[in-house]
């Protein structure tokens, strides 16, 4: 069982910078891909980012390479997404979470568990 707790969102100006913090209790390290995932009204849950088990492999959504990171320190238990020049349409509610399986799924099906959440608001 893992319980996933994310921070770090706010309200932020257009080419502004954000770092969400997932800190995940159980053991992720080496176990799980964790993934970002947002959700804007009335719109589906989309994929933003994923990291692998091990390695430090990534992946990104499209529309956010080049801007934003993912990166995880197992030590802490912690998956980190530093977003940078960010824009209007970057808003949404930012979701954590955690897949078991040995590669780095987009499908939101594919992962087991989710944090509850946290607001991102770009506007000036």
Known sequence: QVQLVES?????QPGGSLRLSCAASGRTSGTYVMGWFRQAPGLEREFVAGVA?????????NSVKGRFTISRDDAKST???QMN???????AVYYC????????SRGRYEYTYWGQGTQVTVSS
């Open 8 to 12: 770090g969102g706010g309200l932020v």
């Open 53 to 61: 088990r091990t390695g430090g492999r990534t992946g990104y959504a």
């Open 79 to 81: 998956v980190y997404l």
């Open 85 to 91: 020049s960010l824009k209007p349409e970057d808003t």
């Open 97 to 104: 979470a955690a897949d078991p399986s040995s590669y780095i």
